[in-house]
């Protein structure tokens, strides 16, 4: 089945600063690679996701990449703001494992005023 | 409602006690997701329900481990006997389209 690996596993970014967490993934047939950003007490938010056809993807200040040569994705915040204190996961999923997710371990992020 | 609602916030249960936690998907999402996740760690999966299909149970760690639907709607997983090992907060997710999961707040389970 599908592995993913997540590093780091704690992150301290100076506020303004860029954050950038790298997970890979065992399975070729995976082809969906989203984040999820999961506040103290909350459920797992979806911030921003790609698919295998695409190289990268922004949205304002946070932007995925995807190598599929490699089996590794990114995930890069940029001008970091003390609410991005979270913890982030990266996950993957593919038709071959019907669709459900298997996530990393997940990064916390901590990002200081 | 908006979201997906899960009931209860927070259970804490005598070992031996059987639990059952319960998931309000978001209106016409066919697909459900139930995770576990222990103190400090990754998303585990559990079981997956999608429309009428059978469930993908793979994640199930033991047989004292259930779960049910009901059509589209409503889920509940139950585990029976539990153990201090099963403390961890259980996530229910929906989806429309089996991508773009929405989570629910979880149900924090300690079992004492």
């Known amino acids: 089945g599908e592995n993913v690996e997540q590093h780091p596993s704690t992150l301290s970014v100076q506020e303004g600063d860029s954050a950038v967490i790298k997970c890979t993934y065992s399975?070729?047939?995976?082809?969906?690679f989203p984040w999820y950003k999961q506040e103290l007490g909350k459920g797992p938010q979806l911030i921003i996701d790609?698919?295998?056809?695409?190289g990268e993807k922004k949205d304002q200040r946070i932007a995925v990449t995807l190598n599929k040569t490699a089996k590794h994705f990114s995930l890069h915040i940029t001008e970091t703001q003390p609410e991005d204190s979270a913890v982030y996961f990266c996950?993957?999923?593919?038709?071959?494992?019907?669709?459900?997710?298997?996530f990393g371990g997940g990064t916390r992020v901590l990002v200081k005023p | 409602g908006a979201g997906v609602s899960q009931s209860p916030s927070n259970k804490v249960t005598e070992k031996g006690k059987d639990v059952e936690l319960r998931c309000d998907p978001i209106?016409?999402?066919?697909?459900l997701y139930w995770y576990r996740q222990r103190l400090g760690q990754g998303l585990e999966f559990l079981i997956y329900?999608?429309?009428?299909?059978?469930?993908?149970k793979s994640g199930l760690p033991s047989d004292r481990f259930s779960a049910e639907r009901t059509g589209e709607s409503v889920s509940t997983l139950t585990i029976q006997r539990t153990q201090q090992e099963d403390s961890a907060v259980y996530l229910c997710?929906?989806?429309?389209?089996?991508?773009?999961?929405?989570f629910g707040s979880g149900t924090r389970l300690t079992v004492v």
């Open positions: 329900f999608q429309g009428n299909s059978a469930p993908d």
């Open positions: 996950a993957a999923s593919g038709e071959a494992a019907g669709n459900k997710l298997t």
């Open positions: 399975d070729s047939a995976s082809n969906y």
């Open positions: 997710a929906s989806s429309p389209t089996r991508r773009q999961y929405t």
């Open positions: 209106s016409g999402h066919t697909a």
């Open positions: 790609i698919r295998s056809n695409v």
